[in-house]
């Protein structure tokens, strides 16, 4: 039945109490209540009941606690059990007891096997399940572990029930009990299993286990508990429904199998009361029975006029409570214990339990019994695990519902035994007819024995319950287990005594059975297991008591019936479970040692063999035969016989054996002597007076049935736990499993597939991978739009540049500017977009955005190639001799028709031949000659060189290097100056001697022969020829002083022309030269003659290529004089033109200030710096052998990164040990914890991965932490800490953090297979955080969503994939304003990350300890620079420079201080004012103005170049900028480098360089620097020498 049906049902059951009996008024109630106590008084009192007149009373609390004031937590809820047998674990500590002993799902089937229908002689069906609810009330063991272990019982193969297929490797699962955690440590202190709930008679399966519970069951009116009708009658009372969800016990009803809502239960104080409705009942029964004692408390003290007091609801709920209690331990002990301890006390010569008063053995002091503080009541593992279980072998198949008589002459109806035809019944011809069950020949009178034809109709076809499987079965077990000689039970021997006896008395009346409603059927126990109110809502529970009390339950032997023994309920994944193997196994589980040394324990001597079990062996063939196979399956080794196996088998008709009873007795009178609150210790405890002492002890049970039901007192007997010549109404005949319906099958449930994870894991990460890819595409879409919006727009600013660059443009034929993309075939990642231009005269331009990309002389060209690609209409390669090709890629085939055809036009019009060429894109490409290629031939051109002018003949020389042309543009490059230099103009000219405009190997060998061997006339002569453009003999005044403005270009002096002109006047005076206008070679030598031994020093020096020019023999390395610009004059004739031109530069500006000369004024004469330190370097030879080179590369690199290798490999050493340590944790210390074992070694990786983010995603905040670093540099920690590498490092530890985070989402892969096909019991278990609903499982999709762990981890997986997406560099290139914006996310990221933590699911949250110090430093550095302001600066003047970048030049705010070297986040106001961008200062600290130079490289930097183009302004005002900072750089302690380091800086830089114009102007001033040891070179650089060493 499922859960709205349940509701139905009771909302109508409702509706017909509420129509049968309505209390709108206080009167009508205060009827009710008076009707309660006139009967209670009459019945149980006798009208004379008095209670105090006090409302002082010691509350009983609902733990257990204080019930022994010496001794607290003695009977407490929630400790450790007794142990009064030794422990036996398989280790001595905790492992399972019993590993050598048989299966225990073989025991059980061998062993307790047989048919129901053999009735007990004197116990009833109301007496086995009043004592399940005495279970229930003093313990409860059944919550497994947390962490959960399994000791699943293996089931032998072809078991009839469990694998009826034969497949083997199957198993019951079975989950270890709950245990202190203080325990299970060493064999001195062994695991000690936990009670649940107090072992007191203290109403807990009446009241709930704590005291929340019961204040969720109550009515908080006139101290009664919560019913259905609050103020109906007892009778048509039920409890309330659990609308809270108090957590009972619900595990899935077999029959039905599947989950349904807790909150169809009843609100009743036992967890696990809703297990059928036979336990139901007894809870209906008692929870009557407190509303009974308020009702008749509240009428009492209304009658004595006793005071508010004693009318409020809190006193009356515990006074009612404590008189419900008493009521129960009455009952319990005087009507149901002897009943049940009948052979115990037999050996006692007793037919009733001891007085309190008078117990032996259980005295304090001799002479007296009663309340005994000194014994521990908890209960014993023997008792919980086996003794108490004895009740099992009389649990019946089902329970007979009777109908209420109206009158003693009324016949006895029972309902029908089955609501569906069933296996047995079909072999027998018993089929349900309407709502009566017949038998052939039937007329419904007792004269006719059903049990009779069935016994006869098994006997004559020899039934065997278990054919087929079960032989597989027994045969299985015969050849390769236990080698047992396999018997099978007659079916029909069992069978003889299920007869009623038709002798008895009340048998002589008139009964039918099955005539009674339908809905009065039998209701069959396996399949009512946790379905209990459907046939409570459909009759009530009084036809049930009815039935209870009229039936026998089974027997006292060893058969269990199948309801127990292989159909009691199991969880979703093994719906059907053997009770009586798992009473074994929980024995084991446990510790229990064997049968042999738990007798011992209590006192009993051992037994020899198993014969001595019962005394019936050897009369009883049943009995025999049992004990016989049992001696088989334990091998005839007693000893080795589990407590539950062998106690079973000493059972008689009487009751409990030997063990089993010494067992109970000590169990129950421990209770009873142990309890302060005992309600016969009553002048003790001043609980109760005299009168209601005895008004409790006159109750009894059928008094109490009596009160709360509709039962009449002709239709009960006195005693409905016994059977006996009395009873009313008997049972038909003894029911069995052949009557009634059929327990449904054993069903499982795969909770991987079942749950959706099946798909859903793989749909999950499918949708992570489709993510990622949109996430990409998305990232390329942004990205493209960008690259072609900048394409679009150079389109549309083409024509204001095109006016800038000289030539004429190649169009489409529709007239519009062909833009096609250049691409390097050895460097992909370099492509750029361009235009041509052909002319003014023979070359050919490349131009982008108005900035010339190369030009191609084509003056000397007669004829060029372009080859097009045959099988890709876009590739057009074109090549020109002596140049690097011209790879392109065209938009559209057109515009490579249109280029090729504009080309072939233009060559053709300026006498230039083309030769056209068709090849495959591949081979065009991989024989395409790069500019990688050419940088090549020119080294090892200039190497030649070298090596052929410095030797006396002819070497040898390879003919492409021969047949190599340096262009003018080459040439320029080679000598480190400008292609339109006037030097290189002249230059060249001079060097091309046969003016094809190229210069050949043999032109500039000649050369460089000159510069390094020539004498000073020679390069006098040379340097006259140069600037003798006509050849005439003669060298011009305009031409001398063209020469010497060459000169000055060469070390970027400017001087004025009137300056220039004041300098050769001067110069020609000085020679006498005055008059002259023309000068000869010889004037030319005269006039420099003074300079003769400079020039004997002039060499070439070729710059940009990895060329090493050779020394002159005998020149020896003294840098004395290198400060002041002065050079030995041995010195001078080895130094090149570019050295002197450094060494000028020295010279003119390191001369020392006088201390008089006023202050930024320059010195005068020619005093310099004396104090020279000479720095000597040594020379080692490297060996050919590629691996020494390699290692020599190796080692300078771990020299010059040696700061950063050791914090690197710190940080990595931290990161490994983090994540080690965690993954230690888990594996190791926590290798039997739940989620450890459920997940192995998953749950390892990914703690350690998690917590090797939380460490590297915790340092971000470091490496972001701007104004930190920044002070930090300029602190003593900058020697030791590379700071200037906290970009790098920020990329290090981000990349560290994502593979963290990818091995944490693929562990957790794995994981949540695992979690996926565990019970939603174990999960509550593991996740203590989480909680479910008993009727709730969890899925895959619940933890993804619907926890908060899960829900953020996607978050998390979201934002990561978009933050680290969009960091690429591709992204940052070409989609900067996304990487911008989704790298601002890192706040949600951090949120999110606490919140993930913050779902304790595996472990509390660790976050905080590695986020606590990073987030305060970045807090404390944001702080700082929001509360220095951004400066908003003019813009003054913006300079278009080559390369594409732009010089800005910014008036300098006020107060803004930096140092050079130093950088600033920079924000355009008219792209996006919140978008910074960092930029270095190229301007000095000392300048007025600030500059930067800005270079067009990504979107923003080309919006930049555009937005400050003069050209597009158009005169208007330019846009201002924003400026953070200043922050610190390596560049800022320029004075703190070694001189090696300063002299890589090269002349080239020093033009725009913040450092050297800082030091320019320092040293021009007369400032002083300290400088750094230099360690490389053995000695410190002397402070003074700083000022010449950078250059």
């Given at each position: ?43 149980v ?19 257990g ?20 047998e ?15 002993r048989?299966v ?56 009839p ?24 440590y ?45 103020d109906?009658?007892l ?23 599947t ?25 209906i029964?008692w ?18 006029n ?13 006074r009612?409570?404590?008189?419900t ?5 009455h ?39 009663g ?57 027998v ?26 016994a ?12 087929g ?6 045969s299985?077990?015969?050849?390769d ?31 039918t ?15 009512s297991?946790?379905?209990p109110?459907?046939?409570i ?6 036809p ?66 198993f ?7 050897g ?11 049992l ?24 009751g ?10 000590d169990?129950f ?66 029911l ?8 449904s ?16 894991v ?20 942004m ?28 169009m ?37 955005g ?20 045959n ?16 790879i ?54 200039f ?7 410095g ?13 190599c ?24 000219q ?78 020609f ?35 940009g ?15 004395s004089?290198a ?11 080895k ?19 006088s201390?008089?000369?006023?202050q ?12 020279i330190?000479s ?31 050791f ?7 931290i ?40 460490w590297?995603?915790?340092i971000l905040l ?15 920690f ?10 790098t ?27 996926s ?10 996740f ?6 008993t ?7 619940y933890?993804?969503f ?14 990561t ?17 996304a ?14 990350m ?10 509390d ?27 908003s600066?003019?813009?003054t ?61 990504g ?10 183009d ?40 020093l ?16 400032h ?24």
């Amino acid at each position: 039945m499922d859960s709205r049906t349940v509701l139905l049902l009771l909302g109508t059951a409702a509706l017909v109490y509420a129509k049968s009996f309505e209390c709108g008024s206080s009167s009508v109630c205060d009827g009710v209540v008076s009707t309660v106590y006139e009967k209670f008084k009459s019945t149980v009192v006798n009208n004379t009941f008095k209670v105090y007149n006090s409302t002082h009373y010691e509350w009983l609390s609902y733990d257990g606690w204080y019930h022994n004031i010496g001794h607290p937590d003695w009977g407490g809820a929630d400790m450790p059990m007794e142990r009064k047998e030794p422990a036996a674990y398989g280790d001595g500590v905790y492992e399972i007891a019993g590993k050598d002993r048989p299966v225990t799902v073989l025991i059980s089937n061998m062993t307790q096997f047989g048919f129901t229908g053999n009735g007990s002689r004197t116990r009833t069906g109301f007496f086995i399940f009043f004592g399940q609810q005495v279970v229930e009330e003093m313990l409860d063991v059944q919550l497994p572990g947390c962490i959960p272990e399994y000791e699943n019982m293996p089931v032998p193969k072809c078991h009839p029930l469990f694998d009826p297929n034969c497949q083997s490797e199957r198993f019951i699962p079975f989950l270890r009990s709950r245990f202190d955690f203080r325990t299970g440590y060493s064999p001195s202190n062994p695991r000690q299993q936990l009670n649940e709930i107090t072992p007191w008679f203290d109403g807990t399966l009446v009241y709930g286990p704590f005291k929340g519970w019961a204040d969720a069951l109550r009515a908080y009116t006139r101290g009664e508990l919560a019913a259905n009708i609050q103020d109906a009658p007892l009778y048509l009372q039920v409890p309330a429904v659990n609308t809270i969800g108090l957590p009972y016990a619900n595990a899935p009803p077999p029959a039905n199998h599947t989950l349904l809502s807790v909150n169809r239960f009843w609100t009743i104080g036992n967890p696990r009361g809703n297990e059928n409705p036979f336990l139901q009942s007894m809870q209906i029964l008692w929870f009557r029975v407190h509303n009974m004692w308020a009702r008749y408390l509240v009428k009492y003290a209304k009658n004595n006029n006793l005071g508010e007091e004693w009318l409020d609801d809190e006193f009356i709920f515990n006074r009612a409570r404590h008189f419900t209690i008493a009521t129960y331990q009455h009952i319990v002990y005087d009507e149901w214990m002897p009943v049940f301890l009948r052979s115990k006390l037999l050996r006692l010569n007793r037919t009733t339990i001891p007085e309190y008063e008078s117990n032996p053995g259980y005295s304090l002091y001799y002479g007296r019994t009663g309340y005994n503080p000194s014994i521990n009541p908890q209960i014993a593992h023997a008792f919980q695990t086996s003794a108490m279980r004895f009740g099992h072998t009389m649990v019946t198949p089902g329970i007979w519902r009777r109908v209420l008589r109206t009158s003693p002459t009324d016949s006895c109806l029972f309902g029908s035994t089955a609501t569906k035809p069933n296996s047995y019944l079909n072999m027998v011809g018993l089929k349900p007819q309407g709502s009566r069950t017949t038998v052939p020949g039937d007329t419904g009178d007792l004269n006719q024995y059903p049990m009779t034809q069935i016994a006869s109709y098994l006997r004559a076809n020899s039934l065997n319950q278990n054919s087929g499987a079960h032989q597989d079965f027994l045969s299985f077990l015969y050849n390769d287990s236990h080698n047992i000689n396999p018997v099978p039970p007659d079916p029909a021997v069992h069978l003889y005594n299920m007869e009623v006896n038709p002798n008895q008395p009340n048998f002589t009346q008139k009964y039918t059975y099955g005539d009674a409603p339908a809905q009065y059927f039998s209701v069959r126990t396996c399949n009512s297991y946790f379905n209990p109110q459907g046939p409570i809502i459909a009759t009530n529970v009084d036809p049930l008591f009815l039935g209870m009390a009229s039936q026998r339950c089974e027997r006292e032997d060893f058969i269990i019936t199948p309801d127990l023994r292989g159909n009691v309920f199991g969880p979703l994944d093994f719906s059907r479970r053997d009770l009586m193997a798992i009473n074994m196994q929980r024995a084991r589980d446990h510790g229990l040692p064997d049968y042999n040394t738990i007798r011992a324990a209590f006192g009993l001597p051992r037994l020899s063999g198993f014969e001595q079990l019962n005394p019936y062996y050897g009369v009883r063939p049943d009995v025999t035969e049992n004990i016989e196979r049992l001696r088989e399956v334990y091998n005839n080794d007693v000893n080795k016989c589990d407590m539950w196996t062998c106690s079973i088998l000493e059972t008689t008709d009487n009751g409990p054996g030997t063990l089993f009873s010494e067992v109970l007795f000590d169990q129950f009178m421990r209770i009873r002597h142990g309890d302060r609150f005992w309600y016969e210790n009553w002048k003790e405890n001043k609980q109760f007076s005299e009168d209601e002492f005895y008004a409790i002890k006159n109750m009894t049970l059928k008094k109490i049935l009596l009160l709360i039901t509709n039962i009449s007192d002709f239709d009960i007997s006195d005693t409905p736990l016994q059977f006996n010549e009395n009873t009313v109404c008997p049972q038909p005949f003894q029911l069995t499993e052949f009557f009634m319906d059929d327990c449904s099958a054993l069903q499982s449930r795969d909770y991987y597939a079942d749950s959706g994870s099946d798909w859903m894991v793989p749909f999950i990460w499918g949708l992570v991978f489709i993510y990622i890819a949109i996430v990409i595409l998305v990232m390329f879409l942004m990205a493209s739009y960008n690259k072609h919006s900048r394409i679009a727009l150079q389109a549309a600013l083409q024509p204001k540049y095109l006016m800038k660059i000289d030539g004429e443009d190649i169009m489409t034929g529709v007239g519009q500017v062909i833009i096609a993309t250049e691409e390097k075939a050895d460097l992909k990642s370099t492509n750029r977009p361009i235009s041509f231009k052909v002319g003014p005269g023979k070359r050919i331009v490349l131009h982008a955005g108005g900035v010339i990309l190369r030009t191609i002389d084509l003056r000397n060209q007669t004829n060029i190639v372009i080859q097009r690609s045959n099988d890709n209409p876009l590739y057009l390669v074109i090549k020109i001799a002596n140049e690097y090709d011209i790879i392109i890629r065209c938009q559209i085939p057109l515009d490579r028709t249109a280029l090729q055809t504009k080309l072939t036009n233009y060559c053709s019009l300026v006498g230039i031949g083309v030769t056209i060429e068709e090849h495959p894109k591949s081979v065009m490409l991989r024989t395409a000659f790069t500019k990688k290629d050419r940088q090549y031939l020119l080294e090892t051109f200039f190497r030649a060189v070298f090596q052929q002018g410095g030797q006396e003949g002819n070497a040898s020389i390879q003919p492409q290097i021969l047949e190599c042309e340096l262009t003018r543009s080459e040439f320029a490059d080679a000598m480190g100056l400008k292609e339109d230099s006037l030097f290189v103009e002249q230059m060249f000219q001079l060097i091309d001697k046969d003016g094809n405009g190229f210069i050949s190997f043999r032109e500039f060998l000649d050369m460089s022969v000159i510069f390094s061997k020539g004498s000073p006339d020679d390069k006098l002569k040379l340097m006259f020829d140069m600037y003798d453009a006509n050849k005439s003999g003669f060298l011009h005044r305009d031409q001398f002083k063209k020469m010497l403005k060459s000169m000055m270009e060469l070390v970027n002096a400017t001087v004025s022309a009137e300056q220039m002109d004041s300098l050769i006047d001067s110069m020609f005076v000085a020679a006498g030269f005055q008059s002259k206008q023309e000068l000869t070679l010889g004037d030319f030598n005269l006039m420099l003659r003074d300079h003769k031994e400079e020039l004997s020093g002039a060499h070439l020096n070729i710059t940009g290529f990895d060329v090493e020019i050779p020394e002159v023999e005998g020149a020896k390395k003294d840098l004395s004089g290198a400060s002041s610009g002065t050079l030995p004059s041995r010195l001078r004739q080895k130094e090149t033109a570019p050295a002197r031109a450094r060494r000028t530069i020295i010279r003119a500006y390191s001369k020392k200030r006088s201390h008089k000369q006023p202050q930024g004024e320059l010195p005068e004469g020619n005093d310099v710096n004396e104090n020279i330190t000479s720095i000597p370097t040594e020379h080692h030879t490297v060996t050919n052998s590629r691996i020494v080179q390699q290692f020599y590369v190796l080692k300078r690199y771990i020299e010059n990164n040696r700061l950063n290798i050791f914090y690197l490999s710190l940080f990595f050493l931290i990161s490994a040990g983090i994540f080690v340590e965690r993954a230690y944790y888990y594996s190791t210390e926590t290798e039997h914890g739940g989620l450890r074992r459920i997940a192995g070694y998953g749950v390892t990786i990914t703690r350690g991965a998690a917590s090797g983010m939380m460490w590297t995603y915790s340092i971000l905040l470091i490496t972001m932490s701007r104004n930190f670093i920044t002070y930090l540099r300029e602190t003593p920690f900058n020697y030791y800490v590379p700071f200037d590498s906290y970009i790098t490092f920020h990329k290090i530890v981000a990349f560290t953090g994502l593979l963290f985070t990818i091995t944490h989402c693929i562990g957790h892969g794995l994981n949540f297979y695992h979690i996926s096909t565990e019970t939603a019991s174990d999960l509550s278990c593991i996740f203590r955080e989480v909680y479910f609903r008993t009727h709730y499982l969890p899925s895959f999709l619940y933890w993804i969503f619907l926890t908060m762990t899960g829900f953020s981890a996607i978050l998390l997986t979201l934002i990561t994939i978009i933050i680290f997406v969009f960091a690429t560099q591709y992204a940052r290139r070409y989609a900067f304003q996304a990487f911008w914006f989704t790298h601002h996310w890192y706040v949600l990221f951090y949120v999110f990350m606490f919140l993930h933590g913050s779902g304790r699911l595996v472990q509390d949250p660790l976050f905080g300890n590695f986020f606590l110090g990073p987030v305060c430093v970045y807090t404390l550095d944001k702080i700082i620079g929001v509360s220095r302001k951004k400066a908003s600066v003019s813009v003054t003047r913006a300079e278009m420079l080559p390369s594409g970048v732009v010089a800005l030049h910014m008036k300098r705010p006020t107060g803004f201080e930096f140092k050079a070297g130093q950088w600033v986040r920079v924000a355009c106001s008219k792209l996006n004012p919140e978008e910074y961008h960092p930029f270095t200062i190229s301007s000095a600290p000392h300048e007025e103005e600030m500059t930067m130079h800005v270079r067009a490289i990504g979107p923003w930097t080309h919006n930049i170049r555009e937005v400050y183009d003069p050209v597009n302004l158009q005169g208007a005002p330019y846009p201002k900028l924003s400026i953070d900072g200043p922050f610190g750089e390596g560049h800022q302690d320029w004075y703190q480098l070694m001189l090696p380091s300063w002299l890589e800086l090269g002349l080239a830089s020093l033009h725009f360089h913040p450092s050297s114009r800082t030091l320019f102007t320092n040293t021009t001033l007369g400032h002083e620097f300290n400088a750094r040891r230099c360690t490389s070179c053995g000695s410190p650089v002397p402070r003074s020498s700083m000022s010449g060493s950078p250059m």
